[in-house]
Each structure stands twice: as structure tokens, then as C-alpha cells.
């Protein structure tokens, strides 16, 4: 089994490139900026568990997704993969912040871009839809909705108290396994992104939104995308990290609008599906909440803030 560095030394040989340093985000994966013969930048990925195959599913799903590009719906161009080495390259994207990032430097929301972006999750979804191609897309094991309805002994051991905590709150709440029950067990019709939040899409200064990050691409929910992106935003809203993430109710409720009427330009949402956006807007601050008290190793007032606000989505009836 390959080590990850020697993979992407190798990956560079083989494509003939140089090191273009320059500081890289934090990321789970191995990256680095590079040059090829033409002086293109490009960016590399290589995953740092030879058995993850995260960057495998980014791959096909980057490949395969190519011919979707529009006026509203864009993916980075795949430039090679090593399978062996699980090492991928692709162009590199100048002056393309994250909404994430356009959002924490102008202290504001970027509104202009909402209704684009959910446009573009409806081109994907609608495009996508029903297709038998997309079932090499399984959904990633273990998803951690499942754990909290179904907590396995291996997965518990790892908790920490107030993780332990969590879970027990979660569980003692019948009506929102009831919203996390109806999500795992929800209508898989077309490929998602998986992981459609606000950090994972860029800004270029011309075209659409650019979804990056393919990692847990599958064929899933449609709701979940819209969800996880309405999520991100309601997070900001309910327990902001910082004074520049920080939106209020209002500002919550036009984001809300705008990327939902984006979306209905290019395909409709059923009336089961509106309410599943709103069980995976909650889903995501349950996931975000577990992921705070990991971090920390305790609960928190953030912490308390997403799991009150989690568990009230998720219990509200249809």
C-alpha cells in the first residue's frame, strides 16, 4: 500500500509538474499547488488513508459531471487521476473565494448569489433525476444519522461524556428519531453533492457558483443539498462562531427565499420534500452540534444552542 506523499510524488512525475507553493485552507486531505509543462496551475488531492475512497468518488463524480455545464451549474475540470495512488488534479480557480469567505470578509450575506446557487443545485438534481448511472453512488457507510438512531457499540466507545450526552437527549426525543428515521429512510432520485455547504463553493469573478469537494457525492435525497446549504446559514443564525458569521432572523428568512426560488427555476420541490429541508436543516446543526463537543471534548453554549434548535426541526410535523 502506497504512502500518501510518495502517491503524490509519483502523480507528479508521472504528469510532469513542478511545486507552485502557496498557503493551502485546512483540509482532511493532502494538497498542493502545482504547475504543468504549459505553466497551468493546478491543484492536487490525495487522500491520507490509502483506504479512503473519498477521492475515488470525487473523481467519477467530477468525470461524469463535466457535461452538465451551463449558465448556472459549474465543477472544477478534472485535469488526471491516479487510481492506485488515490491522487486527483484539477484547474486551480484564481481570486475565487468560498461563499463562506465572501461572507466572513464583508461581514454580510452575499445575497446576489443565493438564488444562482440554489439554480444550480436544481440543474444538478434535475439533470440527474431517475438515471440509472448514478447508482455506483452509493450513499458512504455509516452515515452519522443513522448512529444517532442506531448507536453501535464501536461508534459509542469513541464519544466523549457530553458527546454520550448528546446522543442521550437525541434518543429520549421520540419525535425527532421520528425526522431522522423519515430521512434515512427518504427517496433516493438523483446524484447529490453530499456536503453542499457554504465553504464548498466558490465565487469566481465571472460564471456561476463552482461546487467543489465531491467527496461524499451520491445518489441520494435532493433535499439534503438544500438542507445542508440552508444549514449552514441557520447555524450562523442560531450559533454564530464569530461577529462576521453572525445573521439575523430576517436576513435568515431572505436567504431562505432566494435559495429556494433559485431552485424551483429548474425543478420543482414536492410537498414531502420541503419538509425533509427542513429535517435536514436540523440534521445539519444535530451533525455540526456533535462535532463541537468532539472538538472540545465538552458541551457548550454553542453546542446547546444547535441541538435545542435540532431537535425542534426535526420534531415538527409534516
Known amino acids: 500500500m502506497m504512502h500518501p506523499e ?15 507553493p502557496a498557503p493551502l485552507g485546512a483540509t482532511k486531505n493532502l494538497t ?68 463562506y469567505a465572501r461572507q466572513q470578509q464583508r461581514r454580510r450575506v452575499p445575497m446576489k448569489v443565493l438564488a444562482p446557487l440554489g439554480r444550480s443545485l436544481g440543474v444538478l438534481h434535475a439533470q440527474t433525476s431517475g438515471s440509472a448511472e448514478w447508482e455506483w453512488a452509493a450513499p458512504p457507510p455509516e452515515a452519522l444519522i443513522d448512529c444517532f438512531v442506531w448507536t453501535r457499540p464501536a461508534f459509542a466507545t469513541r464519544l466523549c461524556i457530553d458527546g454520550m450526552h448528546l446522543f442521550g437527549t437525541v434518543q ?51 433535499a439534503q443539498d438544500l438542507g445542508c446549504l440552508l444549514g449552514d446559514f441557520t447555524r450562523c443564525h442560531v450559533a454564530p462562531e464569530s461577529a462576521a458569521e453572525r445573521i439575523d432572523a430576517a436576513t435568515l428568512r431572505r436567504v431562505t427565499h432566494a435559495v429556494l426560488d433559485g431552485y424551483s427555476r429548474e425543478r420543482s420541490l414536492e410537498p414531502g420534500e420541503r419538509h425533509r429541508v427542513q429535517l435536514w ?21 454553542l453546542s446547546n444552542a444547535l441541538l435545542e434548535r435540532a431537535c425542534k426541526l426535526l420534531a415538527e410535523p409534516a
Not at 7 to 20: C, H, N, P, S
Not at 60 to 69: F, I
Not at 88 to 96: F, I, K
Not at 207 to 218: H, K, T, Y
Open 32 to 99: 498542493r499547488r502545482c504547475r504543468d509543462s504549459r505553466g497551468r496551475r493546478l491543484l492536487l488531492k490525495c487522500a491520507p488513508n490509502p483506504l479512503d475512497r473519498g477521492i475515488t468518488r470525487e473523481a467519477r463524480a467530477l468525470e461524469t459531471l463535466s457535461g452538465l455545464a451551463s449558465d448556472f451549474f459549474r465543477v472544477p475540470k478534472v485535469i488526471g487521476f491516479d487510481a492506485r495512488g488515490q491522487v486527483l488534479a484539477l484547474e486551480w480557480l484564481d481570486a475565487a473565494p468560498s461563499l
Open 281 to 301: 436543516i436540523g440534521a445539519y446543526l444535530l451533525i455540526y452540534a456533535h462535532v463541537l463537543v468532539m472538538a472540545d471534548g465538552v458541551a457548550s453554549g
Open 172 to 222: 429520549a426525543n421520540r419525535a425527532a428519531i421520528a425526522g431522522l428515521i423519515e430521512l434515512s429512510t427518504a427517496p433516493r432520485s438523483c446524484l447529490i453533492h453530499g456536503d453542499a455547504k457554504a465553504l464548498n463553493v466558490l465565487l469566481p469573478r465571472q460564471g456561476p457558483g463552482v461546487w467543489i469537494d465531491w467527496e461524499l457525492a451520491q445518489h441520494g435525497d435532493p
Open 6 to 20: 510518495e502517491a503524490l510524488r509519483r502523480a507528479m512525475r508521472a504528469w510532469r509538474l513542478i511545486d507552485d
